[in-house]
């Protein structure tokens, strides 16, 4: 097959990957309703189309996260990619590099982000959490900005991981006895493309950015419980002090879902707010991102850029969350699916479908610049 939407890319995915990983990309936390109403409410906003309008030329380039980019979407931070595909994180950096659009790298990513700086050319963004090691995170600081990282994507809603039933069910989480070893392996068998891409040439198949602090290995088992003691759950926006003492780049918080939280983000002088609720990963009844962007736009009131995570699954859905605000998006499972499906190939065609998508969006509405997306361009009931 190919693929021509992202639900194309998913069920590629779905086939490639042994279950456990592809229900770990596709999930979401309890009864994933927050998962869920992050795309049925960006499909439900309609759009106004407009004719006789001169759209000889819609220029989508725009800038995002501080960088000039061909279109207003980034690759959002997402763990253990280097399991979808051999050394994916390179692979999708790459693929975004050739795109003209940024590569957030996850913290907890299988390749290092000195692997992902050999490998691209260019340092991505580095997504961080706030953790109790502080003289870890220090050093991954450091190491990132002597490679030339400028911008920091601190995410703020994982103070703790929230259950995720699907996980529970593949064994990916909970017991490891004897029976989930045995239902991995077979999963494993019984894909025979991936063991082989990932599995025996995607090795090492540990967390690059976390092994200078696990002289064990790096291993998803050493890391979870390093995760465990490390994750503070007692930070709050006094916390951005410390931070910025340790790091002189523009700082972009991720995980805002309230208008109050968008305020003291601002007063705490942050550069940037994600609006993002993990990709309905966290909080099971919280609302969805797109419903929670107008309050956080009209809280910010201009002082920093607002962009938005979650349930982005076409070019339609991007100028749906600008019409609302939002200065860009950022792609999560989207990019995991194209990934796992067809590697980098997977993840430049992707980009290459939302682009074209989200040209035609603004040329059938009446929008020739990406800059300066009318809050018209989205139908408001009533």
Not at 122 to 151: H, K, W
């Amino acid at each position: 097959m190919t693929p021509a939407s992202i639900e194309d890319f998913r069920t590629l995915a779905r086939r490639r990957l042994p279950r456990f990983l592809f229900d770990y990309i596709d999930g979401g936390s309890y009864d994933e309703g927050t998962m869920r109403a992050n795309i049925a409410d960006l499909q439900a906003l309609k759009l106004r189309q407009r004719v006789m309008v001169d759209v000889s030329h819609v220029d989508l380039s725009t800038r995002l996260l501080g960088r000039d980019v061909s279109f207003p979407v980034a690759l959002a931070p997402i763990g253990l990619a280097g399991l979808y595909a051999r050394r994916g994180e390179v692979q999708a950096a790459r693929a975004a590099e050739a795109a003209g659009v940024p590569f957030i790298l996850s913290s907890s990513a299988c390749c290092g982000i000195e692997e992902v700086v050999a490998g691209v050319g260019r340092p991505p963004i580095l997504q961080l959490y706030m953790i109790r090691d502080r003289p870890f995170m220090v050093d991954l600081l450091q190491r990132s900005a002597a490679l030339g990282v400028e911008t920091l994507v601190l995410t703020v809603d994982l103070i703790m991981h929230s259950p995720r039933r699907r996980d529970l069910r593949s064994s990916l989480t909970g017991s490891q006895g004897l029976a989930a070893r045995m239902q991995r392996a077979f999963e494993i068998g019984t894909h025979p493309g991936w063991a082989w891409d990932v599995g025996v040439r995607g090795r090492p198949h540990t967390l690059g950015n976390f092994a200078p602090v696990m002289p064990d290995g790096a291993g998803l088992a050493q890391f979870t419980a390093w995760v465990a003691r490390n994750f503070d759950a007692s930070i709050t926006w006094a916390d951005m002090a410390w931070l910025r003492e340790n790091w002189r780049g523009p700082i972009v918080v991720k995980g805002v879902m309230d208008a109050a939280d968008a305020a003291a983000a601002c007063a705490a002088g942050v550069d940037g707010i994600i609006v993002s609720n993990h990709g309905g990963r966290q909080l099971d009844g919280a609302p969805s991102s797109i419903a929670a962007l107008p309050g956080v736009v009209r809280a910010v009131a201009g002082r920093c850029d607002v962009l938005l995570d979650g349930g982005i699954r076409s070019g339609t859905d991007i100028l749906r969350a600008m019409g609302l605000g939002a200065k860009g998006v950022l792609l999560g499972r989207a990019w995991a699916f194209a990934l796992a499906a067809q590697g980098q190939a997977g993840v430049a065609r992707m980009l290459e479908l939302l682009r074209h998508e989200l040209a035609v969006a603004m040329a059938l509405t009446g929008q020739t610049n990406a800059r300066s997306i009318s809050p018209e361009a989205v139908l408001r009931e009533g």
